[in-house]
């Protein structure tokens, strides 16, 4: 439940016995982990042998080290390793050296925690008048005991500012302590903001909607299928709060309509992620003034129509953030397929969100597109465009192209208070081919 709590990444274990505990720290660790317990037992390693085995086939990394711990944390200092969780069983020998140690060479991450198992181990802290070896008396920490068993203490590193700024020159400001207390992950978490994505159903829409849900916002996943718009919300399994809106908001009153949805579920509209798009490829002299109409309606007064209709609720609130996809082809002419109407109409987006961006910052609401380059979804592998795919990458410099889930940290940037000074911008994710 720790390492669950903390996300942790880094975990180091300090003397296992039977290896229960470190066995389900490594399982339940949702990344990729490196896992440094420390122990003195060979009967051990052999017996974890077979479980490491299977866990690095999962594409986890543990390590397990047999000798000193002594030697093997003075080993990780040296290399400046640093911990998320540190686990020590206080019932081991020399555990409060242990624990000195790690704080006194820095082991331990700025957010992590130090857990520390049997602490309670005879009674010892219930003793009147006996001080408790484990940190309490430490200015550096702050820690909780927990009844469980023979007791774990959680014991977390703390700051005195005051003291801090007495002592050294250090500048008591909002780089030292963070943006009102906040520390810069902290001003990416998105907790209680509510957001709209329109083609949410698929592909980089799909990938918008899990990012801004896993940061913390309330989703409306907009979609024109229904299947597909109520797809992605069955995918939330994870306490995610999204509602399903099936709409073609290529027609104005179905974007007033899924504002009006929005608003009247949560009451407010902080984030609109206007994703939905189409492409078509055909030579200039055959490009047709339907196929010319539709993607122009689709691409980009449909985007037009959704900033319009959620900037009406975002500057009444003082405060929005506006993202919409825009393309590679605002920038560059991609080639060799041939895609007059789709260039223009994403060129069109970039416009419209820098002339939005000026207009609104000074009430509140900041306007920025994402500019993806040929992103390897369904849509660019049909057919028509499949035989391409070898072309395109022989002028992409990362050498492959560009997946969804390398375009989810950027949308959850635009989405934060950490971006609040950027509008107007077009962040280009391309794996470098605008650049040649």
Known sequence: MLVHMSKAKM????????????????ENCPRMVHWLPVSSSHILKNLLSPYLTSLHMAGRKETVKICSSMDTLKEMAAAAKQFDVVFVGADQNNYINYYKFILDHNLLRLSGVICVD????????????TPDETGLADPRVEQVILPLGNGISIIRGIVYYSQLVSQSKVTYDAIFRGVNGWSILDRMRLDGRVAYV???????????????????????????????AQGVPLLFNTGINCIAITADISKSMNVERMIDSIVSKWGEIQIACNNAGIHMNSASEDTSQEEWDQTFDVNLKETFMSCQAAGHVMLKQGYGKIINTASMASLIVAHPQKQLAYNTSKAGVLKLTQSLGTEWIDRGVRVNCISPGIVDTPLILSESLRPLVQCWLSVIPAGRLALVTDLQAAVVYLASDASDYMTGHNLVIEGGQSLW
Do not use: C, P, W
């Not at 975990?11 to 490594?26: P, V």
């Not at 949410?200 to 229904?226: C, N, P, S, Y």
């Open 118 to 129: 049997n602490s309670l181990f005879k009674a010892k802290v219930y003793l009147k008048d």
């Open 11 to 26: 975990i180091l274990e300090i003397g296992m016995f039977t290896g229960y505990g470190a066995l389900s720290m490594a």
């Open 198 to 228: 329109t083609g949410a159903g698929q592909g980089i829409g799909r990938a918008f909607t899990h990012a801004l849900g896993e940061a913390g916002a309330k989703v409306a996943v907009v979609d024109m299928d229904q299947g597909k």
